[in-house]
Nanobody, 115 residues
């Protein structure tokens, strides 16, 4: 069983930056694919970025060049560095750990981009 806790969300002005963290307990994340997802009010949850155990990454087109996903296996934590934030990035951000048929979600952290 994996427990995931997201942190780092908050209120930021357009153009600003935030770094989200997804800290895991209960199991090492070394072999898990970790994804950051987001869900805005009235919209479906969408994939923002994903990183494999080997460090391969992929991003939604809407965040390419602005967001960076990374992992620190020693700390059992995955990060999402978000730069040049836009109002349309406002959402609850969730991390998800996938390994085989196992999927675990965190509780989410709110990101609000507003002047």
């Amino acid at each position: 069983q994996v427990q995931l806790v997201e942190s780092g969300g908050g209120l930021v002005q357009p153009g600003g930056s935030l770094r989200l963290s997804c800290a895991a307990s209960g199991s090492t994340l070394d072999y898990y694919v970790i994804g950051w997802f987001r869900q805005a009010p009235g919209k479906q949850r969408e994939l923002v970025a994903r990183i494999t155990g080997g460090g391969r990454t992929n991003y939604a087109d809407s965040v390419k060049g602005r967001f960076t996903i990374s992992r620190d296996n020693a700390k059992n934590t995955v990060y999402l560095q978000m730069n040049s934030l836009k109002p349309e990035d406002t959402a609850v951000y969730y991390c998800k750990a996938e390994y085989g048929n196992s999927n675990y979600w965190g509780q989410g952290t709110q990101v609000t981009v507003s002047a």
